[in-house]
């Protein structure tokens, strides 16, 4: 006679294996509905993490939550005449740039910046800042870094040449206050060091920058080197909530 049902006091502890559950879907987690009944949570995707949904409710899989999201990534690993981040709109108050291992094609030349706006970069003569730090030559003595720009069409992070070995690369974070604002001048403030003319010097400063030509929404940082590509870098774009 075929056995039907099996009594639960028929079940010992430990006694149900795998082998004995019946198939699933790959990547889905068992849980309990709001009856208190069995139900399989669906698989989520790459990246995403488990969320309760609270009492009452199986948990899913959702993309992680933060104060600091990472929106994009920028990568030059060949010659290139600039390297963009957009993407910026009215989503957070306030983003942040972080670069690294910057290495440009040949020296003589420093990092400059353009804001995006929905008409594309923006290159009239209105930019204006200043840059203050120090730097220290190789066996010299260190020294102050000072420096500042009125009406260029340009923004500026620094005004050492950077360096074309990619032993001695360059690094900069830049804040970006409310740029999605229409009604501000877009600005940045920030920080960056540079391991200049091949080494020959280590420079550390600080920048502001604005630009006065009109009031604008910025959807975007454009970066480049004067006349010169960029060789390497890597460019990554958060947003900050709040």
Known sequence: M????ITTPAVTDDSVTL??????????????????????VATGSAGQVLTSAGAGAPPTFAAASGDFVKISTTT???ATSSASLTGIDNTYMNYVIKANDIAQASTG??????????????????????????NKPYNGSDAETRWSLFNTNYGQLT??????????TSSFEMNLPNPSNANTMPSCYGQMLTDGDNGSYLVTNIFSFKQTYANTAVTGIKFYFDSVNITQGN?????IKG
């Open 19 to 40: 082998a004995k559950m019946a198939p699933g879907t790959d990547g889905n987690i068992i849980s309990y509905d709001a009856s208190g009944n069995p139900v399989a």
């Open 235 to 239: 460019f990554t774009l958060y947003g």
């Open 109 to 134: 030349t420093n990092l400059r910046f353009r804001y995006i706006n929905a008409s594309g970069d923006i290159t009239t003569s209105s930019y204006y800042g200043i840059g203050d730090g120090a």
């Open 2 to 5: 075929a056995i039907d049902k």
């Open 76 to 78: 030059v690993s060949s």
């Open 159 to 168: 005004n050492f040449n950077g360096s074309t070995n990619t032993g001695y």
